[in-house]
C-alpha cells in the first residue's frame, strides 16, 4: 500500500463507477476513493437522455435537473472531472491523466464504458448533414437543441438508442427517417425478423419513414458528405450541399473504451473480461464493472457475455465494489454474479419489455395477442429445442401484464 489508507481509483464516473464507491463505502472501507470521468459531469442517468422531450420555456437545462442519481453529493468521494486516463501500468499501479498528472493507487476498478459507433473516424462534418451521436450529457443537450428547430432527421440504427431517439423527435415535430440496411426492423437480432417487422410497423404507422436494405443503404452518410454507393452501386458518390444542413445522428451501436489499457496483458477482445466476481484474472488488485465487463454469462453458462444496460451497470458496480473490499480484507458478503435479463423501451406509447435470452431461440410462439396489432397487447414466447429461453410483452397498457409476470417466472426458474 502506499500509505496507511489505500487509495482505490475508479475509472469512469458513470452509475457503474458510482455504485462500486457507494458499495465500497458500505462496507467500511478505510479508504481515499478517487473517481476519474472525462466528462464534466458527475454521474447522471443516462437512460433518461431519449426518454423525455425539454421543450422551451425550461429549455434543455432542464435535462440536468431531471437526471440526478442518488450517491453523488459525498464527500468521501474525489471526483476529478474532464480527466482523461491516457495509459495504465497496472503492473506498477500508476495511471497517467489527460492533465499530465499520474495517479498512483492500491486497488483500481474499470468503469470506463463505451462509446458510440460510427461511420467515419474522427470527427468529420459534412456539408449537407449535422453528423452527431449520443452517449452522454452533452451530446444530449445539443441533439434536443438540434431537434427543438423541428427539421428533417435521419436516423441511422434501429435499436434502443434509435428507436426511442424518433420517438422524441416526431414529439418534437420533426420529420423523421431512419436506416437500417442490415435487418428488417427494430431489434431483429434480439427479437426475430417476425417481430421485427411488427415493430417496423409500428414505427411507421406514427410518422417515421422506415427504409432497409438498398433503400437505406443509399442514403447512409459516412460523415464526408458522401453515400455509400452511387445510382450504380459501383462507387462512392458525394451529396450536393444544402444550404440548411439536416441533422444526422448515428445509433448503430457501441465500442468499449480499453484503448488506455493496452500493453498490460489483459484480455480486451471485447471490452474487459472478468470473473463471476468482476475480478480481473491477470491482475489480482483490478476489477471491472458496467458495460465494458466482460462476465461469465449466469444465463446460459455457455460463454461471457458483456451487457450494456443500466441495471447490469449496477449490479455489476455494487458487486465489483464488494469484492474490492473483500481483497482489503472487509466482510463483504459478496456472491457471484446473478444477472437475469430483463429490459424495458418505451416507442411511440408501445411499451416494449423483454426478458431471457431471445437470441439463442430456435423458434417462437404467439402466446396471446397478434403482432399486426403491438398496441392491443401481444405476448411472444422463444423457444430453443422446445424449452423456453426469452420472452416479450408489447401493448400500450398493460392488458396482459399478469401473463407475462407467469413468463418472467417461469424464465427465472429454469
Not at 487509495?7 to 464516473?13: A, F, P, Q
Not at 498528472?101 to 449537407?128: F, H, K, M, N
Not at 427539421?151 to 416526431?170: D, N, P, Y
Not at 451529396?239 to 480499453?258: F, K, Q, T, W
Request: glycine residues 10%; hydrophobic residues 40%; contains cysteine.
Amino acid at each position: 500500500m502506499t500509505g496507511s489508507a489505500p487509495l482505490i481509483g475508479i475509472v469512469g464516473s458513470g452509475i457503474a463507477g458510482l455504485r462500486a464507491a457507494n458499495a465500497l463505502l458500505k462496507c467500511g472501507v478505510d479508504a481515499r476513493i478517487v473517481i476519474l470521468g472525462d466528462e464534466a459531469h458527475r454521474t447522471y442517468s443516462r437512460p433518461g437522455l431519449t426518454k423525455k422531450r425539454y421543450p422551451p420555456p425550461d429549455g434543455i437545462e432542464a435535462a440536468t435537473e431531471g437526471l440526478k442519481v442518488p450517491g453523488v453529493e459525498n464527500t468521501a468521494l474525489t471526483w476529478h472531472l474532464d480527466t482523461r486516463v491516457e495509459t495504465a501500468d497496472l503492473r506498477d499501479r500508476v495511471l497517467r491523466l489527460s492533465t499530465g498528472d499520474t495517479l498512483a493507487y492500491d486497488r483500481l476498478v474499470i468503469a470506463s464504458g463505451v462509446r458510440p459507433r460510427t461511420s467515419a473516424e474522427g470527427d468529420r462534418e459534412c456539408a449537407v448533414h449535422a453528423h452527431r451521436t449520443l452517449r452522454g450529457l452533452d451530446d444530449a443537450r445539443s441533439i434536443h437543441q438540434e431537434l427543438q428547430k423541428s427539421k428533417k432527421v435521419t436516423i441511422a440504427g434501429a435499436g434502443f438508442v434509435a428507436c426511442e431517439l424518433a420517438s422524441l423527435a416526431k414529439e418534437y415535430g420533426c420529420e423523421v427517417v431512419m436506416l437500417e440496411a442490415l435487418r428488417h426492423g427494430p431489434f431483429e437480432r434480439i427479437l426475430g425478423t417476425t417481430t421485427a417487422r411488427s415493430l417496423r410497423s409500428w414505427i411507421a404507422r406514427n410518422g417515421v419513414t422506415f427504409l432497409t436494405g438498398d433503400a437505406a443503404r443509399n442514403m447512409l452518410c459516412d460523415g464526408a458528405g458522401r453515400l455509400a454507393k452511387d445510382a450504380s452501386g459501383s462507387k462512392d458518390a458525394y451529396l450536393e450541399p444544402a444550404s440548411d444542413r439536416s441533422l444526422y445522428i448515428e445509433a448503430i451501436g457501441s465500442v468499449p473504451n480499453v484503448e488506455w489499457l493496452r500493453g498490460n496483458g489483459l484480455d480486451l477482445s471485447d471490452g474487459v473480461r472478468v470473473d463471476e466476481y468482476m475480478r480481473v484474472s491477470e491482475c489480482e488488485d483490478v476489477f471491472a464493472a458496467g458495460d465494458i465487463a466482460r462476465y461469465p454469462d449466469p444465463w446460459t453458462s455457455e460463454s461471457h457475455t458483456r451487457m450494456e444496460f443500466w441495471k447490469n451497470a449496477i449490479d455489476t458496480g455494487d458487486l465489483a465494489g464488494k469484492s474490492l473490499a473483500s481483497s482489503l480484507g472487509y466482510d463483504a458478503k459478496i456472491s457471484r454474479i446473478k444477472y437475469f435479463p430483463n429490459m424495458v423501451t418505451e416507442v411511440f406509447g408501445l411499451r416494449i419489455q423483454i426478458a431471457g435470452n431471445p437470441k439463442i431461440s430456435d423458434s417462437m410462439e404467439i402466446v396471446r395477442g397478434d403482432l399486426e396489432r403491438p398496441d392491443h397487447g401481444v405476448v411472444v414466447k422463444y423457444l430453443r429445442e422446445g424449452a423456453m429461453v426469452g420472452a416479450a410483452y408489447l401493448d400500450r397498457g398493460a392488458r396482459l401484464n399478469s401473463l407475462y409476470i407467469e413468463l418472467l417466472t417461469a424464465l427465472r426458474a429454469r
